[in-house]
Protein backbone atom coordinates (compact mmCIF):
# COMPACT_ATOMS: atom_id res chain seq x y z
CA UNK A 1 0.00 0.00 0.00
CA UNK A 2 1.58 3.37 -0.64
CA UNK A 3 1.59 6.06 1.82
CA UNK A 4 0.24 9.17 1.43
CA UNK A 5 2.51 12.43 1.79
CA UNK A 6 1.61 14.52 4.48
CA UNK A 7 2.66 18.39 4.28
CA UNK A 8 2.99 20.49 7.26
CA UNK A 9 0.05 23.28 7.68
CA UNK A 10 0.03 26.81 8.34
CA UNK A 11 -2.82 29.22 9.08
CA UNK A 12 -2.41 32.78 6.99
CA UNK A 13 -3.86 35.18 9.20
CA UNK A 14 -4.95 37.95 6.34
CA UNK A 15 -6.60 35.13 4.10
CA UNK A 16 -7.91 33.36 6.85
CA UNK A 17 -6.81 30.10 5.21
CA UNK A 18 -4.94 26.86 5.88
CA UNK A 19 -1.79 26.62 3.71
CA UNK A 20 1.15 24.09 2.95
CA UNK A 21 4.54 25.32 4.84
CA UNK A 22 6.23 24.45 2.21
CA UNK A 23 4.40 26.60 -0.31
CA UNK A 24 4.56 29.74 2.04
CA UNK A 25 7.98 29.16 2.64
CA UNK A 26 8.88 28.93 -1.39
CA UNK A 27 7.06 32.40 -1.89
CA UNK A 28 8.70 34.34 0.87
CA UNK A 29 11.76 33.03 -0.59
CA UNK A 30 11.22 34.17 -4.48
CA UNK A 31 9.50 37.19 -2.62
CA UNK A 32 6.47 36.69 -4.93
CA UNK A 33 3.47 34.89 -4.98
CA UNK A 34 3.51 31.14 -6.81
CA UNK A 35 1.83 31.34 -9.87
CA UNK A 36 -1.57 29.07 -10.22
CA UNK A 37 0.25 26.08 -11.88
CA UNK A 38 3.85 26.32 -10.25
CA UNK A 39 4.67 23.17 -8.08
CA UNK A 40 7.38 22.87 -5.21
CA UNK A 41 9.34 20.11 -5.27
CA UNK A 42 11.19 18.31 -2.50
CA UNK A 43 14.29 17.54 -3.57
CA UNK A 44 14.85 14.42 -1.15
CA UNK A 45 11.26 12.96 -1.53
CA UNK A 46 10.99 13.58 2.45
CA UNK A 47 7.81 16.09 2.48
CA UNK A 48 8.47 17.18 6.05
CA UNK A 49 11.85 18.61 5.31
CA UNK A 50 11.11 21.68 4.98
CA UNK A 51 14.36 23.28 4.34
CA UNK A 52 15.15 26.23 1.66
CA UNK A 53 17.71 23.70 0.61
CA UNK A 54 15.08 21.47 -0.18
CA UNK A 55 12.90 22.91 -2.21
CA UNK A 56 12.92 23.80 -5.93
CA UNK A 57 9.97 25.75 -7.40
CA UNK A 58 9.08 23.97 -10.71
CA UNK A 59 6.93 25.58 -13.60
CA UNK A 60 4.08 22.79 -14.01
CA UNK A 61 2.94 19.71 -12.39
CA UNK A 62 3.59 18.12 -16.02
CA UNK A 63 7.61 18.69 -15.71
CA UNK A 64 7.01 17.46 -12.41
CA UNK A 65 6.14 14.43 -13.33
CA UNK A 66 8.35 14.00 -16.05
CA UNK A 67 11.53 14.40 -12.97
CA UNK A 68 9.91 12.12 -10.72
CA UNK A 69 9.72 9.55 -13.49
CA UNK A 70 13.19 10.18 -14.39
CA UNK A 71 14.21 9.83 -10.79
CA UNK A 72 12.50 6.53 -10.11
CA UNK A 73 14.28 5.64 -13.11
CA UNK A 74 17.84 6.56 -11.74
CA UNK A 75 16.67 4.71 -8.43
CA UNK A 76 16.26 1.35 -10.71
CA UNK A 77 19.62 1.83 -12.05
CA UNK A 78 18.16 3.01 -15.74
CA UNK A 79 20.60 5.41 -16.38
CA UNK A 80 19.48 8.64 -18.44
CA UNK A 81 20.56 9.68 -21.66
CA UNK A 82 20.71 13.85 -20.54
CA UNK A 83 22.20 13.46 -16.68
CA UNK A 84 23.20 16.68 -17.51
CA UNK A 85 19.32 18.57 -17.69
CA UNK A 86 18.47 16.90 -14.03
CA UNK A 87 21.42 17.93 -12.47
CA UNK A 88 19.78 20.92 -11.01
CA UNK A 89 16.87 18.26 -9.15
CA UNK A 90 19.96 15.81 -7.73
CA UNK A 91 22.60 18.49 -6.51
CA UNK A 92 22.58 19.38 -2.77
CA UNK A 93 23.41 22.57 -3.21
CA UNK A 94 23.35 25.57 -0.55
CA UNK A 95 21.70 28.92 -1.92
CA UNK A 96 18.42 30.58 -2.58
CA UNK A 97 15.52 29.29 -3.71
CA UNK A 98 15.46 31.76 -6.70
CA UNK A 99 18.82 30.07 -8.27
CA UNK A 100 16.80 26.58 -8.25
CA UNK A 101 13.67 27.68 -10.43
CA UNK A 102 13.97 25.58 -13.37
CA UNK A 103 12.42 27.63 -16.44
Do not use: W
Request: glycine share 4%.
Amino acid sequence: MKRRKVYRKVRDKTAGKVRALHRVLAEQMLARPLAPGEIVHHRDGDSTNNDPANLLVLPSQRYHAHIEYHLRCARRGMPSLFPELFRDVTEDRRGTLFESVIP
